[in-house]
T-cell receptor, first 112, second 116 residues
């Protein structure tokens, strides 16, 4: 079963607005990663946040991690139509042999 | 540029056919690669971990004889769907990681398999 749960499952916003996606997980982790997937394509890595980090930024992306609540959030600021995609969190759990466990994903639609 | 190449991107074939999907790491050696399956509008489900020079590790519920994995070199892993049936139609994606524990995985572009 998937370790991560994401909400919302789908999100529709207007261009220029911010989009926030949340992810929860169950076990101890080495790190948590966020990926983006355009329809019918592979996944593209966005940000990796280590278990001892609380916040990380990359351009318009901001990721937070709360290990006490076993949760993470991805914020996309000033969204663009090109941000339309599915976003997945994935956990690299301790003692899991390098494998990633993915959340259910959030389908983001940004309307121009 | 892409660091993991997956081929083919799309396969349409008749029921009973065996289909081979290749996953290549470009410019780096991957002792471990991962194979995922994804149904429409769903997340990725890990099928197996492909280990160079040894047997793949399959996740619970994945049939080893159905999904044959071969990792014969440090840059190539193959997934063969044997005697494919319509229920095997899905999107298959491979990935590999460069470096240690705090490195992301790099994904191929996926293979859309449609069994008629």
């Amino acid at each position: 079963s998937q370790q991560g749960e994401e909400d919302p499952q789908a999100l529709s916003i207007q261009e220029g607005e911010n989009a926030t996606m949340n992810c929860s997980y169950k076990t101890s982790i080495n790190n948590l990663q966020w990926y983006r997937q355009n329809s019918g394509r592979g996944l593209v890595h966005l940000i990796l946040i280590r278990s001892n980090e609380r916040e990380k930024h990359s351009g318009r992306l901001r990721v937070t991690l709360d290990t006490s609540k076993k949760s993470s959030s991805l914020l996309i600021t000033a969204s663009r139509a090109a941000d339309t995609a599915s976003y997945f969190c994935a956990t690299d759990a301790k003692d899991a042999g390098n494998m990633l466990t993915f959340g259910g994903g959030t389908r983001l639609m940004v309307k121009p | 540029g892409a660091v993991v190449s997956q081929h083919p991107s799309r396969v349409i074939c008749k029921s009973g056919t065996s289909v081979k999907i290749e996953c290549r790491s470009l410019d780096f050696q991957a002792t471990t690669m991962f194979w995922y399956r994804q149904f429409p509008k769903q997340s990725l489900m890990l099928m197996a971990t492909s280990n160079e020079g040894s047997k793949a590790t399959y996740e619970q519920g994945v049939e080893k004889d159905k999904f044959l994995i071969n990792h014969a070199s440090l840059t190539l892993s193959t997934l063969t769907v044997t005697s494919a049936h319509p229920e095997d139609s899905s999107f298959y994606i491979c990935s590999a990681r460069i470096g240690g524990v705090h490195q992301p995985q790099h994904f191929g572009d996926g293979t859309r398999l449609s069994i008629l």
